[in-house]
């Protein structure tokens, strides 16, 4: 698997947007990016995944660069519940291949 | 649906004792996974099943087994323990088949201390 390049931690104030970063410069063509987050205590658990072009759900949005060698993670508006390590991880498209976790961005969120 | 359960939810165990840790999912997921995260690092992957009846190595399997003898559960066995597998250790799922996205579920974890 391609590697990701995220940074150790990053700080938010509550109810504000955050943009977590990620570098996947050796990304393939056919690599999904994928986001998990681990809240403490926690097992990791899904976030948004993407392929090239934006994503939003509920939870966050995924923005990707045109040259897909970066994205970022979008969480509009910070909440205490947020606060969690984020896992920028690639995928190859068959999704047949168990995910490799990197050390993840540590996100504090500050009331 | 109770999703992925793991058991023990915590073990404190002597070196050169046998553990099993248990691993059960009710979502008829194909596929399981054991990782383990030390302090401050992400997680590594042990050992891996895609169907049952199949098992292959991950990043760390040295010194773990496993077995899938159905769907449902994926024990990982430490045949002698060691402090160095002091872990917290996580069972995760997927269903790899079809068109569904794969997303892994994973479980609460069994935080094990080996002395």
């Known amino acids: 698997d391609a590697k990701t390049t995220q940074p150790n931690s990053m700080e938010s104030n509550e109810e504000e947007p955050v943009h977590l970063p990620c570098n996947h410069s050796t990304i393939s063509g056919t690599d999904y990016i994928h986001w998990y987050r681990q809240l403490p205590s926690q097992g990791p658990e899904y976030v948004i995944h993407g392929l090239t072009s934006n994503v939003n759900n509920r939870m966050a949005s995924l923005a990707i660069a045109e040259d897909r060698k970066s994205s970022t993670l979008i969480l509009h508006r910070a909440t205490l519940r947020d606060a969690a390590v984020y896992y920028c991880?690639?995928?190859?498209?068959?999704?047949?291949?168990?995910?490799?976790f990197g050390k993840g961005t540590r996100l504090s969120v500050i009331a | 649906i109770a999703g992925i359960t793991q058991a023990p939810t915590s073990q404190i165990l002597a070196a050169g004792r046998r553990m099993t840790l248990r691993c059960t999912q009710d979502m008829r997921h194909n596929a399981m996974y054991w990782y383990r995260q030390d302090l401050g690092l992400g997680l590594r992957l042990i050992h891996y099943?895609?169907?049952?009846?199949?098992?292959g190595k991950g990043e760390v399997p040295d010194g773990y087994s496993v077995s899938r003898a159905n769907t449902d559960d994926f024990p990982l066995t430490l045949a002698s323990a060691v402090p160095s597998q002091t872990s917290v250790y996580f069972c995760?799922?997927?269903?790899?088949?079809?068109?569904?996205?794969?997303?892994?579920?994973f479980g609460p974890g069994t935080r094990l201390t080996v002395l």
């Open positions: 991880i690639l995928r190859d498209p068959s999704g047949n291949t168990p995910l490799v």
């Open positions: 099943s895609n169907t049952a009846g199949t098992t």
């Open positions: 995760a799922s997927s269903d790899t088949g079809g068109w569904t996205y794969n997303e892994q579920f």
